[in-house]
């Protein structure tokens, strides 16, 4: 073994023997590379596009419901039972928890939307719209008017069910909905604000209504809601942070159930999972392309040596050596190639997370999982990925040259030398 | 709309003529009357051209419980008028049925709404009946196969016991229904309706059996739901007058406002 840096050295100085193909053979590993983490970052950037637009429209990360809301949704199931909570002091609790940004209060109530001779059924969703915004993002898709506000008996609805209504901003629209005492709760609501957030269902069903007044409709008391979104600062960690939010409220009273969006939206979360998958099998066709392309070189590369093998091993070198020598060369060409991947791939990195192409103009966006993605070719950055794509590189470039090492040790040095 | 009123005497209607619909089947020639005899009779006894009446509905839900009372009007199958009289709250709230619309008013901000087809399915003001149930046309003989899987005495009663299967093509919401009609004056009792599976989805039962407008009615009808069986819906007639003095003009959207322009 104290023979190794002898082996070493032979190895960088036959890399340098062909400098051209040392270049090209580097680059193709450097170039896979950079393939490898950029496919696997725009994968992770359609996931984190799918993940905001999935749970960031409306969803939220971690929502909070009294343990028997869902799955059915029944209106009377609200937090805290009948008697509702004392709804500051409890979002104030949420929010003192140090992985909790925000919370935002939300009741539902189906009823019927009407104006002139146009009704239609909707979701009319209750929210705190300062809170709301802080949350999600559904009041940034506001594309006329402005947000309701509270107290003034003012809605926002999506545009497709403002068109279907064929009502415009400023115009007035009956809400009907079935209230908590069994009667008929129906009023005068003036439209402030229509949204559009690309998400057919919601645009053609939603009216955005502020918390009192949907309260007030339902015939609700002011501490009555359904349901807290909540967002926290460790996206990706949900789960754990959801788990640790229910424990926080055991003591609370009556039993609560906190989810993370993984939960809420389980096709969305498996979609990413399936997503995360497809990056191994990105990896594994990338450097299976390059392995071979290697390999190629390599073999070239020691048959074209067969005498000079045939010449050490006749001094007395001993097949092991031989070997060594051209595995150290796929040793040394995988540390330059990735050299060059990492100088290269970083910038490019970059330019691409800060800079990403925009394709609306020429493919339409599509709704998968029930969340929307927008045609703009997203970068995320990862940890991991850098660090398996080099594992990967390297792994690779040993690989391809054992079979030429190995090649390379079978040189029988009179043969070689006689022909 | 998530809870239109309907017409409580269509209602009624509706259920009668389907319970005595099911005459016209073979099995009821058995009995030695011709089915359309029966029918006939029947419909007599608890159809007439038009009616009016006062009724009271009590719902009771795990949640909530109330009654309202209205007043109903009805010309035809295709005609029909509720309008609500107590509690104040809702009083003068209407739902007019004419052919296949359904239109509400709402007195509070004085607005009508046409209940949109969507919403059929829905409940019937908060109750355990749907929209559908009211405004649909009797059309049992069309969506229907008969038999009559017992025929004999049930709690001291001569009874029939029909057992109705949707035809194929028949737009119903029913696996089966089960239905008791008692021979002695052909009243109907009960009806049990089962979904797909051949679950109990609901039972409705008839009750309180007088002379009401001339004719021997049911004078209550309780629907109970089966996986809510605490809970009920009970109609109570109070009045009811048969081949009243009106015409097509009385089911307007005027009328439906209650007269306000």
């Known amino acids: ?419 | 709309m998530v809870h239109t009123p309907a017409h409580g005497t269509l209602l009624f209607r509706r259920l009668a003529a389907a319970s005595l619909l099911v005459f016209l089947s073979p099995a009821a020639d058995a009995s030695g009357q011709s089915a359309r005899e029966i029918l006939d009779r029947v419909d007599q006894l608890l159809r007439g051209r038009s009616s009016r009446g006062h009724v009271e509905m009590e719902i009771t839900t795990e949640h909530w419980s109330r009654t309202l009372a209205m007043d109903v009007w009805s010309l035809g199958t295709d005609h029909s008028l509720v309008r609500v009289t107590a509690p104040a709250r809702e009083e003068g709230m209407a739902t007019l049925k004419a052919g296949r619309e359904v239109w509400n008013y709402l007195p509070r901000v004085d607005r009508t709404i046409k209940v949109p087809p969507s919403l059929m399915m829905g409940s019937w003001m908060g109750s355990h009946f749907t929209n559908d149930d009211l405004v649909k046309e009797s059309r049992v003989i069309d969506d229907y196969e008969f038999e009559i899987p017992f025929e004999g005495i049930r709690d001291g009663e001569e009874v029939w016991e029909f057992l109705l299967t949707p035809k194929p093509e028949a737009p119903v919401v029913w696996g089966h229904v089960e239905e008791q009609v008692r021979k002695r004056d052909l009243m109907p009792t009960w009806v049990r309706y089962f979904d797909e599976d051949g679950t109990l989805v609901r039972t409705l039962r008839f009750s309180d059996f007088r002379v009401m407008g001339g004719r021997l009615v049911p004078a209550t009808m309780t629907v109970i739901p089966a996986d809510k069986p605490a809970e009920s819906t009970v109609l109570r007639y109070h009045e009811l007058a048969f081949d009243i003095d009106v015409d097509e003009g009385f089911f307007s959207l005027r009328n439906l406002r209650g007269g306000r322009e």
């Open chain 1, 1 to 419: 073994m104290s023979d190794d840096p002898v082996w070493r050295r032979i190895a960088w100085r036959n890399l340098g023997r062909h400098r051209g193909r040392t270049l090209i053979t580097a680059s193709a590993l450097a170039f896979g590379y950079l393939a490898a983490v950029l496919m696997v970052g725009l994968m992770d950037g359609m996931n984190a596009e799918l993940i905001e637009n999935g749970t960031g429209l409306m969803v939220g990360q971690v929502q909070v419901h009294a343990a028997d809301y869902l799955p059915e949704r029944n209106m009377h199931r609200t937090i805290g039972g009948y008697e509702g909570i004392d709804l500051a002091g409890f979002l104030r609790r949420l929010e003192s928890d140090p992985d909790i940004v925000a919370a935002a209060p939300r009741l539902y109530g189906g009823g019927l939307v009407s104006s002139g001779d146009q009704t239609l059924g909707g979701v009319l969703f209750g929210v705190d719209v300062r809170r709301e915004g802080e949350v999600t993002t559904l009041l940034s898709t506001l594309r006329e008017g402005r947000a309701p506000r509270a107290g003034a008996f003012e809605v926002a609805m999506g545009s497709e069910m403002a068109r279907q209504l064929d009502v415009k901003v400023g115009d007035q629209v009956v809400l009907v909905a079935a209230a908590a005492d069994g009667s008929m709760g129906n009023d005068l609501f003036t439209l402030a604000g229509v949204f559009s957030t690309g998400t057919p269902a919601l645009d053609a069903s939603h009216v955005l209504v502020p918390l009192p007044d949907l309260q007030y409709l339902l015939a609700m008391d002011p501490g009555r809601v359904h349901e807290v979104a909540l967002t926290t600062t460790r996206p990706w960690d949900t789960p754990v942070i959801a788990a640790s939010v229910e424990r926080s409220l055991s003591a609370f009273g009556p039993p609560l159930r906190v989810r993370p969006w993984t939960e809420l939206r389980p096709e969305l979360a498996e979609s990413v999972e399936l997503m995360g998958s497809m990056n191994w099998v990105i990896i594994v066709i990338v450097f299976a392309m390059a392995i071979f392309g290697v390999a190629n070189t390599m073999i070239i590369g020691t048959f074209e040596r067969r005498k000079e093998f045939a010449v050490v091993r006749a001094l007395g070198t001993t097949p092991l050596g031989v070997g060594k020598t051209v595995v150290y060369e796929g040793i040394f060409l995988g540390v330059l190639a990735l050299a060059a991947g990492a100088v290269v791939t970083g910038p490019v990195l970059v330019w691409w997370h800060n800079r990403p192409p925009d394709l609306s103009g020429i493919v339409g966006g599509f709704a998968w999982s029930g969340s929307m993605w927008r045609p703009i070719l997203r970068v995320e950055y990862s940890w991991d990925t850098p660090i398996v794509a080099a594992v990967a590189l390297f792994v690779t470039s040993v690989l391809a040259a054992v079979y030429p090492a190995w090649k390379a040790t079978r040189v029988p040095p009179a043969d070689a030398l006689a022909d």
